[in-house]
């Protein structure tokens, strides 16, 4: 029982390493291209990056929750008038020379 147990913890441990391992093709590559093979993927390759150079450039906008707004921000309030914003000079102090 003891000699399964070991197995089963040797196996446990050694899947990861298995995982690891460097897979190795042991067939050999397919038959290369033909000229003609060739010559249209070169064809499709240049079409391909002309009609890339077709497409225009999207300006987007750079605010994510842009979308989820419904009205433009509510403009602040007034501010309350210069007179009552002024601070006045507290009365022990020395203000006056």
């Known amino acids: 029982m003891k000699l399964f ?5 040797l196996a446990v441990l050694a ?3 298995y ?3 460097p897979h190795i093709n042991l067939l050999q590559d397919g ?3 033909t000229d003609d093979e060739k010559a249209a ?4 390759e240049r079409a391909y ?6 497409i225009p450039d999207a300006k987007t906008s750079s605010d994510p929750w842009g979308g989820m707004r419904s009205d433009p921000p509510k403009q602040a309030a007034p501010k309350a008038s210069a007179a009552t914003t002024t601070k006045k ?3 022990g ?3 006056a020379n």
């Open 31 to 33: 038959p290369g291209k």
């Open 93 to 95: 102090t020395a203000a």
């Open 19 to 21: 995982a690891q391992a």
């Open 89 to 91: 000079p507290k009365a």
């Open 5 to 9: 147990r070991m197995a089963a913890v």
């Open 15 to 17: 899947g990861p390493a």
């Open 41 to 44: 993927e070169a064809e499709r």
């Open 49 to 54: 990056k002309d009609t890339l150079k077709k």
